[in-house]
């Protein structure tokens, strides 16, 4: 069975950090972009970050860049997303997904990704 699990999620007051951890059992993603995602109640799931297979590129959605940075270990088949200076409009159930193709370029739609975790909830408090 494949599966991704996020980890890491929790509380946290505004400027503060979280590292976020997504596991994934069942077979290799070292050839697949793997993105962060998140989603609040009522709104649909956002693009948050992406990495490419090779680690070599990384796009971000404009709302995080320069406060979270995604990496990844193909070794261990773990991907991470670090966030600081958190602000409370970060507020959501962060979700880590796998591209649905191999060697594809890093993308920022949801709809190119086939793995999803059950997602990680991260508060941030004012």
């Given at each position: 069975?494949?599966?991704?699990?996020?980890?890491g999620g929790?509380?946290?007051?505004a400027?503060?950090?979280?590292?976020?951890s997504?596991t994934?059992?069942?077979r290799?993603?070292?050839?697949?972009?793997m993105?962060?995602f998140?989603?609040?109640?009522?709104?649909e799931r956002?693009?948050?970050?992406v990495?490419?297979?090779?680690?070599?590129?990384?796009?971000?959605?404009?709302?995080?860049?320069?406060?979270?940075?995604?990496?990844r270990?193909?070794a261990?088949?773990?991907?991470?997303?670090?966030?600081?200076?958190?602000?409370?409009?970060?507020t959501?159930?962060?979700?880590?997904a796998?591209?649905?193709s191999?060697?594809?370029?890093?993308?920022?739609d949801?709809?190119?990704y086939?793995?999803?975790?059950?997602?990680?909830?991260?508060i941030?408090?004012?």
């Amino acid at each position: 069975q494949v599966n991704l699990v996020e980890s890491g999620g929790g509380l946290v007051q505004a400027g503060g950090s979280l590292r976020l951890s997504c596991t994934a059992s069942g077979r290799t993603f070292s050839s697949n972009s793997m993105g962060w995602f998140r989603q609040t109640p009522g709104k649909e799931r956002e693009f948050v970050a992406v990495i490419s297979w090779a680690g070599s590129r990384t796009y971000y959605a404009d709302s995080v860049t320069g406060r979270f940075t995604i990496s990844r270990e193909n070794a261990k088949n773990m991907v991470y997303l670090q966030m600081d200076s958190l602000k409370p409009e970060d507020t959501a159930v962060y979700y880590c997904a796998a591209d649905s193709s191999i060697y594809r370029g890093p993308s920022r739609d949801s709809q190119e990704y086939e793995i999803w975790g059950q997602g990680t909830q991260v508060i941030v408090s004012v």
